[in-house]
Protein backbone atom coordinates (compact mmCIF):
# COMPACT_ATOMS: atom_id res chain seq x y z
CA UNK A 1 0.00 0.00 0.00
CA UNK A 2 1.32 3.27 -0.90
CA UNK A 3 -0.19 6.55 0.80
CA UNK A 4 -0.02 10.14 -0.07
CA UNK A 5 0.92 13.21 2.10
CA UNK A 6 -2.97 12.68 3.66
CA UNK A 7 -2.57 9.03 4.04
CA UNK A 8 -5.22 8.05 2.04
CA UNK A 9 -3.92 4.58 0.04
CA UNK A 10 -3.67 5.47 -3.63
CA UNK A 11 -1.28 2.46 -4.87
CA UNK A 12 -0.76 -1.49 -4.23
CA UNK A 13 2.91 -2.54 -4.74
CA UNK A 14 3.39 -6.38 -5.11
CA UNK A 15 6.44 -8.84 -5.76
CA UNK A 16 6.99 -12.49 -6.66
CA UNK A 17 9.26 -14.84 -5.69
CA UNK A 18 9.44 -18.28 -7.52
CA UNK A 19 10.59 -20.38 -3.84
CA UNK A 20 9.83 -24.15 -6.14
CA UNK A 21 13.71 -24.44 -5.46
CA UNK A 22 13.89 -23.78 -1.66
CA UNK A 23 10.59 -25.91 -1.01
CA UNK A 24 11.77 -28.63 -2.73
CA UNK A 25 15.19 -28.24 -1.03
CA UNK A 26 12.90 -28.27 2.27
CA UNK A 27 11.43 -31.85 0.91
CA UNK A 28 14.28 -33.11 0.10
CA UNK A 29 15.78 -32.28 3.41
CA UNK A 30 12.89 -33.75 5.26
CA UNK A 31 12.76 -36.79 3.03
CA UNK A 32 16.26 -37.64 4.05
CA UNK A 33 15.91 -36.79 7.65
CA UNK A 34 13.69 -39.87 7.65
CA UNK A 35 14.72 -42.01 4.86
CA UNK A 36 17.60 -43.79 3.94
CA UNK A 37 19.96 -42.30 1.36
CA UNK A 38 21.40 -45.45 -0.39
CA UNK A 39 17.95 -47.52 -0.39
CA UNK A 40 15.26 -44.57 -0.26
CA UNK A 41 13.90 -47.06 2.89
CA UNK A 42 11.90 -45.33 5.97
CA UNK A 43 14.79 -44.99 8.52
CA UNK A 44 15.57 -45.54 12.06
CA UNK A 45 13.63 -42.69 12.80
CA UNK A 46 10.34 -42.50 10.75
CA UNK A 47 9.77 -46.63 11.45
CA UNK A 48 9.65 -45.74 15.00
CA UNK A 49 7.46 -42.86 14.46
CA UNK A 50 4.93 -45.14 12.54
CA UNK A 51 5.01 -47.79 14.92
CA UNK A 52 4.10 -45.68 17.75
CA UNK A 53 1.17 -43.92 15.61
CA UNK A 54 -0.16 -47.84 14.68
CA UNK A 55 0.59 -48.75 18.71
CA UNK A 56 -1.63 -45.70 20.38
CA UNK A 57 -4.06 -45.77 17.17
CA UNK A 58 -5.20 -49.94 18.12
CA UNK A 59 -5.02 -49.08 21.86
CA UNK A 60 -8.56 -48.05 21.42
CA UNK A 61 -9.32 -51.64 19.01
CA UNK A 62 -8.86 -54.51 20.78
CA UNK A 63 -8.32 -57.89 18.91
CA UNK A 64 -6.09 -55.59 16.38
CA UNK A 65 -2.67 -57.35 15.35
CA UNK A 66 0.35 -55.73 13.86
CA UNK A 67 3.54 -57.15 13.50
CA UNK A 68 7.37 -56.48 13.80
CA UNK A 69 9.56 -58.68 11.89
CA UNK A 70 13.35 -57.86 12.05
CA UNK A 71 15.73 -58.47 9.46
CA UNK A 72 19.87 -59.13 9.78
CA UNK A 73 21.88 -60.18 6.39
CA UNK A 74 23.66 -63.72 7.16
CA UNK A 75 27.19 -62.54 7.11
CA UNK A 76 27.17 -59.26 5.19
CA UNK A 77 30.30 -58.16 6.46
CA UNK A 78 32.06 -60.42 4.10
CA UNK A 79 30.02 -59.94 1.43
CA UNK A 80 30.83 -56.52 1.80
CA UNK A 81 34.35 -56.97 2.14
CA UNK A 82 34.49 -59.57 -0.98
CA UNK A 83 32.77 -57.39 -3.41
CA UNK A 84 33.55 -53.28 -2.25
CA UNK A 85 31.26 -51.04 -1.50
CA UNK A 86 29.45 -49.99 -4.93
CA UNK A 87 28.14 -53.30 -5.49
CA UNK A 88 27.39 -54.26 -1.49
CA UNK A 89 24.97 -50.91 -1.68
CA UNK A 90 23.36 -52.02 -4.75
CA UNK A 91 22.66 -55.55 -3.06
CA UNK A 92 21.38 -53.36 -0.87
CA UNK A 93 19.25 -52.27 -2.63
CA UNK A 94 18.10 -54.71 -4.48
CA UNK A 95 17.01 -56.51 -0.67
CA UNK A 96 15.29 -53.50 -0.25
CA UNK A 97 13.28 -53.59 -3.65
CA UNK A 98 12.41 -57.18 -2.28
CA UNK A 99 11.40 -56.48 0.84
CA UNK A 100 9.21 -53.68 0.14
CA UNK A 101 7.76 -55.57 -3.24
CA UNK A 102 5.52 -57.51 0.20
CA UNK A 103 4.75 -54.00 1.61
CA UNK A 104 1.04 -53.60 1.56
CA UNK A 105 -0.61 -50.26 2.10
CA UNK A 106 -0.16 -49.14 5.63
CA UNK A 107 3.19 -51.16 6.01
CA UNK A 108 6.76 -49.89 6.68
CA UNK A 109 9.96 -50.94 5.35
CA UNK A 110 12.27 -49.25 6.89
CA UNK A 111 16.71 -49.60 6.68
CA UNK A 112 17.64 -49.91 10.30
CA UNK A 113 21.30 -49.87 9.92
CA UNK A 114 23.86 -51.50 8.43
CA UNK A 115 21.95 -54.85 7.01
CA UNK A 116 19.15 -54.67 9.05
CA UNK A 117 15.83 -53.86 8.10
CA UNK A 118 12.32 -53.79 9.42
CA UNK A 119 8.85 -54.10 8.58
CA UNK A 120 5.78 -52.95 10.05
CA UNK A 121 2.87 -55.14 9.32
CA UNK A 122 -0.23 -53.19 10.27
CA UNK A 123 -3.11 -55.76 10.38
CA UNK A 124 -2.85 -58.92 10.18
CA UNK A 125 -4.53 -62.25 11.29
CA UNK A 126 -2.19 -64.31 13.66
CA UNK A 127 0.81 -64.92 14.26
CA UNK A 128 0.76 -67.97 11.67
CA UNK A 129 0.12 -65.28 9.40
CA UNK A 130 3.22 -63.00 10.34
CA UNK A 131 5.32 -65.86 9.65
CA UNK A 132 4.33 -67.12 6.61
CA UNK A 133 4.82 -63.93 5.33
CA UNK A 134 8.18 -63.36 6.72
CA UNK A 135 9.32 -66.91 5.34
CA UNK A 136 7.74 -66.01 1.80
CA UNK A 137 10.57 -62.42 2.38
CA UNK A 138 13.11 -65.27 3.40
CA UNK A 139 12.60 -67.24 0.16
CA UNK A 140 12.94 -63.91 -1.74
CA UNK A 141 16.01 -62.51 -0.18
CA UNK A 142 17.53 -65.75 -0.88
CA UNK A 143 17.13 -65.94 -4.53
CA UNK A 144 19.96 -64.87 -6.43
CA UNK A 145 20.64 -61.41 -7.08
CA UNK A 146 22.24 -59.79 -10.03
CA UNK A 147 24.43 -56.54 -8.72
CA UNK A 148 27.32 -57.47 -11.24
CA UNK A 149 29.99 -58.03 -12.04
CA UNK A 150 28.72 -61.64 -10.56
CA UNK A 151 25.31 -62.86 -9.31
CA UNK A 152 25.53 -63.09 -5.99
CA UNK A 153 23.34 -64.81 -3.50
CA UNK A 154 22.76 -63.30 0.57
CA UNK A 155 20.33 -64.87 3.26
CA UNK A 156 18.66 -62.95 5.82
CA UNK A 157 18.03 -64.24 9.38
CA UNK A 158 14.42 -62.98 10.78
CA UNK A 159 12.61 -62.40 14.22
CA UNK A 160 8.69 -61.87 14.62
CA UNK A 161 7.06 -60.23 17.23
CA UNK A 162 3.66 -59.38 17.57
CA UNK A 163 1.73 -56.66 19.95
CA UNK A 164 1.03 -57.45 23.58
CA UNK A 165 -0.25 -55.97 26.45
CA UNK A 166 3.81 -56.51 27.70
CA UNK A 167 5.38 -54.73 24.33
CA UNK A 168 3.34 -51.35 25.06
CA UNK A 169 6.32 -49.14 23.39
CA UNK A 170 7.81 -49.22 19.73
CA UNK A 171 11.17 -49.89 21.69
CA UNK A 172 10.16 -52.76 23.12
CA UNK A 173 8.46 -54.63 20.32
CA UNK A 174 11.65 -53.85 18.68
CA UNK A 175 13.76 -55.44 20.95
CA UNK A 176 11.69 -58.74 21.27
CA UNK A 177 11.75 -58.79 17.13
CA UNK A 178 15.25 -58.32 17.68
CA UNK A 179 15.84 -60.88 19.84
CA UNK A 180 13.98 -63.30 18.33
CA UNK A 181 15.98 -62.68 14.91
CA UNK A 182 19.10 -63.49 17.29
CA UNK A 183 17.93 -66.89 17.82
CA UNK A 184 17.06 -67.30 14.25
CA UNK A 185 20.88 -66.55 14.00
CA UNK A 186 21.75 -68.78 16.52
CA UNK A 187 19.14 -71.89 15.40
CA UNK A 188 21.67 -71.68 11.47
CA UNK A 189 20.82 -68.85 9.78
CA UNK A 190 18.00 -68.68 6.80
CA UNK A 191 15.23 -69.01 8.71
CA UNK A 192 12.23 -67.21 10.86
CA UNK A 193 11.77 -66.89 14.81
CA UNK A 194 8.73 -66.30 15.92
CA UNK A 195 9.57 -64.02 19.56
CA UNK A 196 8.36 -66.06 22.43
CA UNK A 197 8.12 -64.17 25.96
CA UNK A 198 9.25 -67.30 27.84
CA UNK A 199 12.64 -68.16 25.90
CA UNK A 200 12.78 -64.33 26.51
CA UNK A 201 12.40 -63.80 30.40
CA UNK A 202 14.70 -67.14 30.28
CA UNK A 203 17.55 -65.62 28.55
CA UNK A 204 17.25 -62.30 30.66
CA UNK A 205 17.47 -63.85 33.65
CA UNK A 206 20.17 -66.06 32.26
CA UNK A 207 22.17 -62.93 31.57
CA UNK A 208 21.54 -61.41 34.82
CA UNK A 209 23.21 -64.65 36.65
CA UNK A 210 25.95 -64.60 34.78
CA UNK A 211 26.69 -61.25 35.26
CA UNK A 212 26.25 -61.53 38.75
CA UNK A 213 27.86 -64.95 38.95
CA UNK A 214 30.98 -63.21 37.60
CA UNK A 215 31.95 -61.50 40.90
CA UNK A 216 30.04 -63.88 43.12
CA UNK A 217 33.33 -65.44 44.45
CA UNK A 218 35.48 -61.71 44.92
CA UNK A 219 32.23 -60.82 46.74
CA UNK A 220 32.40 -63.51 49.25
CA UNK A 221 29.29 -64.94 47.92
CA UNK A 222 30.17 -67.78 47.78
CA UNK A 223 30.52 -71.15 50.21
CA UNK A 224 31.07 -74.96 50.03
CA UNK A 225 28.78 -77.27 51.93
CA UNK A 226 29.67 -81.04 52.40
CA UNK A 227 27.09 -84.07 52.73
CA UNK A 228 28.49 -87.06 54.30
CA UNK A 229 29.27 -90.05 52.56
CA UNK A 230 29.18 -93.43 54.52
CA UNK A 231 29.90 -97.04 53.86
CA UNK A 232 26.66 -98.94 54.60
CA UNK A 233 27.89 -102.29 55.85
CA UNK A 234 30.33 -101.08 58.89
CA UNK A 235 28.47 -97.50 59.62
CA UNK A 236 31.19 -94.65 59.22
CA UNK A 237 31.63 -91.53 57.27
CA UNK A 238 34.11 -92.30 54.85
CA UNK A 239 33.87 -89.03 52.27
CA UNK A 240 32.59 -85.85 51.97
CA UNK A 241 30.70 -84.14 48.95
CA UNK A 242 31.57 -80.56 48.04
CA UNK A 243 28.50 -79.10 46.92
CA UNK A 244 28.82 -75.37 45.94
CA UNK A 245 25.61 -73.01 47.38
CA UNK A 246 25.76 -69.13 46.15
CA UNK A 247 24.55 -67.08 48.74
CA UNK A 248 22.98 -63.93 47.04
CA UNK A 249 22.32 -60.91 48.05
CA UNK A 250 18.60 -60.38 46.98
CA UNK A 251 17.30 -63.72 46.54
CA UNK A 252 18.83 -65.97 48.83
CA UNK A 253 20.53 -69.25 48.45
CA UNK A 254 20.74 -69.93 44.89
CA UNK A 255 20.77 -73.70 44.15
CA UNK A 256 23.64 -74.73 41.65
CA UNK A 257 21.04 -76.41 39.19
CA UNK A 258 20.00 -73.33 38.29
CA UNK A 259 23.22 -71.45 38.40
CA UNK A 260 26.13 -74.80 36.97
CA UNK A 261 24.52 -74.93 33.82
CA UNK A 262 24.97 -71.35 32.90
CA UNK A 263 28.37 -71.70 34.52
CA UNK A 264 29.30 -74.10 32.15
CA UNK A 265 27.95 -72.67 28.84
CA UNK A 266 29.81 -69.27 29.56
CA UNK A 267 32.92 -71.15 30.32
CA UNK A 268 32.72 -69.35 34.01
CA UNK A 269 32.60 -72.59 35.67
CA UNK A 270 36.28 -73.16 34.90
CA UNK A 271 37.00 -69.87 37.51
CA UNK A 272 34.10 -71.44 39.57
CA UNK A 273 36.07 -74.67 39.61
CA UNK A 274 39.19 -73.53 40.87
CA UNK A 275 37.20 -71.80 43.41
CA UNK A 276 36.06 -74.55 44.74
CA UNK A 277 39.17 -76.53 44.46
CA UNK A 278 40.88 -74.11 46.37
CA UNK A 279 38.27 -73.73 49.09
CA UNK A 280 37.45 -77.44 49.34
CA UNK A 281 41.94 -77.19 50.31
CA UNK A 282 41.57 -74.43 52.65
CA UNK A 283 38.81 -76.48 54.65
CA UNK A 284 40.78 -79.56 54.92
CA UNK A 285 43.61 -77.23 56.46
CA UNK A 286 41.55 -75.51 59.10
CA UNK A 287 39.97 -78.69 59.73
CA UNK A 288 43.88 -80.32 60.12
CA UNK A 289 44.74 -77.09 62.04
CA UNK A 290 41.40 -78.09 64.86
CA UNK A 291 42.92 -81.45 64.93
CA UNK A 292 40.67 -83.31 63.20
CA UNK A 293 40.47 -86.58 60.92
CA UNK A 294 40.43 -86.87 57.98
CA UNK A 295 38.65 -88.55 55.17
CA UNK A 296 37.86 -88.25 51.41
CA UNK A 297 36.80 -84.72 49.65
CA UNK A 298 34.58 -85.47 46.73
CA UNK A 299 34.44 -82.10 44.33
CA UNK A 300 32.02 -81.96 41.52
CA UNK A 301 33.81 -81.91 37.69
CA UNK A 302 31.98 -80.26 35.04
CA UNK A 303 32.67 -81.49 31.24
CA UNK A 304 34.43 -78.40 30.64
CA UNK A 305 36.50 -78.61 33.53
CA UNK A 306 37.29 -81.63 32.55
CA UNK A 307 38.38 -81.17 28.88
CA UNK A 308 41.04 -78.20 29.83
CA UNK A 309 44.37 -78.62 29.04
CA UNK A 310 46.13 -78.32 32.60
CA UNK A 311 43.30 -80.51 34.10
CA UNK A 312 45.65 -82.84 35.35
CA UNK A 313 47.89 -80.55 36.51
CA UNK A 314 45.77 -78.89 38.50
CA UNK A 315 44.02 -81.82 40.46
CA UNK A 316 47.16 -83.21 40.84
CA UNK A 317 48.74 -80.21 42.68
CA UNK A 318 45.35 -79.83 44.79
CA UNK A 319 45.21 -83.30 45.01
CA UNK A 320 49.17 -83.02 47.08
CA UNK A 321 48.13 -80.20 48.62
CA UNK A 322 45.03 -81.56 50.44
CA UNK A 323 47.18 -84.59 51.35
CA UNK A 324 49.62 -82.78 53.50
CA UNK A 325 46.33 -82.04 55.41
CA UNK A 326 45.23 -85.69 56.03
CA UNK A 327 42.63 -85.09 53.33
CA UNK A 328 42.08 -87.08 50.19
CA UNK A 329 40.81 -85.15 46.96
CA UNK A 330 38.45 -87.12 44.91
CA UNK A 331 36.35 -86.38 41.75
CA UNK A 332 33.27 -86.66 40.31
CA UNK A 333 32.68 -86.60 36.93
CA UNK A 334 29.58 -87.38 34.78
CA UNK A 335 29.08 -89.94 32.08
CA UNK A 336 28.81 -87.39 29.44
CA UNK A 337 32.37 -85.44 30.13
CA UNK A 338 34.17 -88.67 30.66
CA UNK A 339 32.40 -90.16 26.65
CA UNK A 340 32.51 -86.42 24.88
CA UNK A 341 36.26 -88.20 23.79
CA UNK A 342 36.68 -91.66 25.39
CA UNK A 343 40.20 -91.69 24.30
CA UNK A 344 41.36 -88.24 26.02
CA UNK A 345 39.22 -88.98 28.97
CA UNK A 346 40.37 -92.63 28.92
CA UNK A 347 44.55 -90.95 29.17
CA UNK A 348 43.31 -88.15 31.92
CA UNK A 349 41.93 -90.02 34.11
CA UNK A 350 44.46 -92.77 34.11
CA UNK A 351 47.41 -89.90 35.08
CA UNK A 352 44.90 -88.92 37.87
CA UNK A 353 44.54 -92.20 39.18
CA UNK A 354 48.41 -92.22 39.09
CA UNK A 355 48.80 -89.23 41.26
CA UNK A 356 46.59 -90.91 43.87
CA UNK A 357 42.44 -89.37 43.24
CA UNK A 358 39.93 -91.46 43.19
CA UNK A 359 37.49 -90.95 40.62
CA UNK A 360 33.73 -91.19 40.26
CA UNK A 361 31.01 -91.36 37.95
CA UNK A 362 28.37 -89.50 39.31
CA UNK A 363 24.47 -89.74 38.83
CA UNK A 364 25.15 -93.07 36.71
CA UNK A 365 21.97 -94.25 34.67
CA UNK A 366 20.59 -91.19 33.18
CA UNK A 367 23.61 -90.56 30.85
CA UNK A 368 24.64 -92.52 27.92
CA UNK A 369 27.58 -94.76 29.33
CA UNK A 370 28.63 -97.44 26.73
CA UNK A 371 29.14 -100.27 29.06
CA UNK A 372 32.58 -100.93 27.18
CA UNK A 373 33.86 -97.27 27.78
CA UNK A 374 32.85 -97.61 31.52
CA UNK A 375 35.65 -100.71 31.00
CA UNK A 376 37.81 -98.81 29.44
CA UNK A 377 37.75 -96.06 32.45
CA UNK A 378 39.61 -96.62 35.28
CA UNK A 379 36.84 -95.94 37.67
CA UNK A 380 36.75 -96.54 41.79
CA UNK A 381 32.82 -95.53 42.35
CA UNK A 382 30.08 -95.61 40.36
CA UNK A 383 26.97 -93.34 42.15
CA UNK A 384 23.77 -94.62 41.49
CA UNK A 385 21.51 -91.79 40.69
CA UNK A 386 18.82 -90.39 42.66
CA UNK A 387 16.18 -90.90 40.71
CA UNK A 388 16.64 -95.02 40.74
CA UNK A 389 17.12 -94.72 44.26
CA UNK A 390 13.94 -93.02 44.97
CA UNK A 391 12.19 -95.97 43.70
CA UNK A 392 13.41 -98.93 45.57
CA UNK A 393 11.96 -101.19 46.66
CA UNK A 394 8.57 -100.66 45.57
CA UNK A 395 9.05 -99.52 42.06
CA UNK A 396 9.64 -102.73 40.23
CA UNK A 397 11.91 -100.82 37.00
CA UNK A 398 14.05 -98.72 38.89
CA UNK A 399 14.80 -101.66 41.76
CA UNK A 400 15.97 -103.63 38.92
CA UNK A 401 17.98 -100.85 37.51
CA UNK A 402 18.87 -100.33 40.49
CA UNK A 403 19.79 -103.94 40.82
CA UNK A 404 21.64 -104.06 37.26
CA UNK A 405 23.86 -101.19 38.33
CA UNK A 406 25.05 -102.64 41.17
CA UNK A 407 25.51 -105.89 39.40
CA UNK A 408 27.20 -104.08 36.64
CA UNK A 409 29.78 -102.10 39.07
CA UNK A 410 30.76 -105.06 40.92
CA UNK A 411 31.38 -107.10 37.94
CA UNK A 412 34.05 -104.26 36.74
CA UNK A 413 35.54 -103.61 40.42
CA UNK A 414 33.95 -100.55 41.24
CA UNK A 415 32.29 -99.46 44.60
CA UNK A 416 28.87 -98.28 44.37
CA UNK A 417 27.32 -95.27 46.23
CA UNK A 418 23.58 -94.64 46.10
CA UNK A 419 22.53 -90.88 45.83
CA UNK A 420 19.65 -89.87 47.43
CA UNK A 421 18.93 -92.08 50.20
CA UNK A 422 16.01 -91.00 51.97
CA UNK A 423 14.18 -93.72 53.99
CA UNK A 424 15.02 -96.25 56.73
CA UNK A 425 13.78 -98.87 54.11
CA UNK A 426 15.52 -97.64 51.13
CA UNK A 427 18.76 -97.82 53.33
CA UNK A 428 18.04 -101.77 54.16
CA UNK A 429 17.17 -102.66 50.43
CA UNK A 430 20.37 -101.49 49.12
CA UNK A 431 22.33 -102.90 52.16
CA UNK A 432 21.10 -106.05 51.39
CA UNK A 433 21.93 -105.78 47.48
CA UNK A 434 25.33 -105.22 48.66
CA UNK A 435 25.83 -101.04 48.36
CA UNK A 436 28.73 -100.19 49.98
CA UNK A 437 27.89 -96.81 50.13
CA UNK A 438 25.19 -94.55 50.72
CA UNK A 439 24.60 -90.38 50.52
CA UNK A 440 21.12 -89.20 51.26
CA UNK A 441 18.79 -87.20 53.29
CA UNK A 442 18.29 -89.80 55.99
CA UNK A 443 21.92 -89.82 56.74
CA UNK A 444 22.42 -86.32 56.34
CA UNK A 445 21.95 -83.02 54.75
CA UNK A 446 24.82 -80.77 52.80
CA UNK A 447 26.06 -78.96 55.94
CA UNK A 448 28.02 -75.40 56.45
CA UNK A 449 31.43 -76.65 56.97
CA UNK A 450 31.29 -75.82 61.03
CA UNK A 451 28.58 -78.51 60.75
CA UNK A 452 30.75 -81.05 59.78
CA UNK A 453 33.18 -80.65 61.68
CA UNK A 454 31.47 -82.80 65.04
CA UNK A 455 31.63 -85.68 62.55
CA UNK A 456 35.04 -85.21 62.19
CA UNK A 457 36.14 -86.69 65.41
CA UNK A 458 36.59 -90.10 64.84
CA UNK A 459 35.34 -92.05 62.13
CA UNK A 460 32.16 -91.18 63.06
CA UNK A 461 29.11 -93.48 62.93
CA UNK A 462 25.94 -93.46 60.84
CA UNK A 463 23.49 -91.10 62.80
P1 LIG B 1 25.21 -84.12 42.48
O1 LIG B 1 26.68 -84.07 42.33
O2 LIG B 1 24.52 -85.35 42.04
O3 LIG B 1 24.92 -83.81 44.02
C1 LIG B 1 23.92 -84.41 44.74
C2 LIG B 1 22.72 -83.52 44.82
O4 LIG B 1 21.65 -84.24 45.38
C3 LIG B 1 22.92 -82.32 45.73
O5 LIG B 1 22.16 -81.25 45.21
C4 LIG B 1 22.33 -82.80 47.03
O6 LIG B 1 21.91 -81.75 47.87
C5 LIG B 1 21.17 -83.60 46.53
N1 LIG B 1 20.78 -84.63 47.49
C6 LIG B 1 21.58 -85.37 48.27
N2 LIG B 1 20.87 -86.23 49.00
C7 LIG B 1 19.57 -86.06 48.69
C8 LIG B 1 18.34 -86.66 49.12
O7 LIG B 1 18.29 -87.55 49.95
N3 LIG B 1 17.20 -86.20 48.53
C9 LIG B 1 17.20 -85.22 47.62
N4 LIG B 1 16.03 -84.84 47.11
N5 LIG B 1 18.32 -84.62 47.19
C10 LIG B 1 19.52 -85.04 47.72
P2 LIG B 1 22.75 -79.83 45.01
O8 LIG B 1 23.68 -79.49 46.10
O9 LIG B 1 21.60 -78.93 44.72
O10 LIG B 1 23.63 -79.98 43.72
C11 LIG B 1 23.04 -80.26 42.49
C12 LIG B 1 24.07 -80.56 41.45
O11 LIG B 1 24.84 -79.41 41.13
C13 LIG B 1 25.07 -81.60 41.89
O12 LIG B 1 24.53 -82.87 41.71
C14 LIG B 1 26.21 -81.32 40.95
O13 LIG B 1 26.00 -81.94 39.72
C15 LIG B 1 26.13 -79.82 40.76
N6 LIG B 1 27.13 -79.19 41.61
C16 LIG B 1 27.05 -78.87 42.93
N7 LIG B 1 28.20 -78.31 43.35
C17 LIG B 1 29.02 -78.29 42.28
C18 LIG B 1 30.37 -77.83 42.06
O14 LIG B 1 31.06 -77.36 42.95
N8 LIG B 1 30.88 -77.95 40.81
C19 LIG B 1 30.16 -78.50 39.79
N9 LIG B 1 30.71 -78.60 38.59
N10 LIG B 1 28.90 -78.94 39.95
C20 LIG B 1 28.34 -78.84 41.19
MG1 LIG C 1 28.16 -85.14 42.73
MG1 LIG D 1 24.89 -87.07 41.77
Redesign the pocket.
Known amino acids: MVRDASGAPYRVVGSQTDITSRKEAEERLRHEGFHDKVTGLANRALFMDRLTNVIDRIKRQPGYILAVIYVDLDRFRAVNERLGHEPADRLLEAVAARLRSFARVGDTVARLGDDEFAILLDGIPNDRAAVVFADRMRELIASPCDVGPEEITVTASFGVTLNSPDAATAEALLNEAESAMQRAKQAGKNCVELFSRENYSRLVSKLRIETELRHAAERGELELFYQPIYNVAAGHLTRLEALIRWNHPQRGMVSPLEFIPIAEETGLILSLGDWVVNAACAQAHSWRNAGRSGVGIAV ?1 VSPRQFQQDNMTAQFGAAFTKMATHGFALEL ?1 ITEGAAMHDVDQSVKVLRSLREMGLRISI ?2 FGVGYSSLSCLRLFPLNTL ?1 I ?2 GFVQGVPRAKDNTAITHAIVGIAHSLGLTVVA ?2 VETEEQLTYLRALGCEEAQGFLLGRPLRAKDVTPLLAQQSAIP
Open positions: NEDDKDREG
